[in-house]
Nanobody
């Protein structure tokens, strides 16, 4: 049974940093592209970042480019999202996703975690 479990969210102030983790199990981790999406209250789920199965290619949404970094650790079957210089607009539930290819399109992903809340106060 595939599971993606996010952790690392919390309440921080603008300008602070957080690192989110997504622990994967029940799948061949190195065969899947991984991604992070987020959904703020009252808004649609939006793409944040994606990383290829090898970790050799990454992509980011414009609002987070230069501030967030996605990475993965094959030994731990874990995907990370390092978030620096957090802004109030980053407040959302952050979801981890796994799919066969990297994509900015949520339906392209096969598996999803339950999300972790990130709240940024100004």
């Amino acid at each position: 049974q595939v599971q993606l479990v996010e952790s690392g969210g919390g309440l921080v102030q603008a300008g602070d940093s957080l690192r989110l983790s997504c622990a994967a199990s029940g799948l061949t981790f190195n065969s899947y592209a991984m991604a992070w999406f987020r959904q703020a209250t009252g808004k649609e789920r939006e793409f944040v970042a994606a990383i290829s199965w090898s970790g050799g290619s990454t992509s980011y949404a414009e609002p987070v480019k230069g501030r967030f970094t996605i990475s993965r650790d094959s030994a731990k079957s874990t995907t990370f999202l390092q978030m620096n210089s957090l802004e109030r607009e980053d407040t959302a539930v952050y979801y981890c996703a796994a799919g066969l290819i990297p994509s900015t399109h949520a339906p392209s992903y096969n598996y999803w975690g339950q999300g972790t809340q990130v709240a940024v106060s100004s």
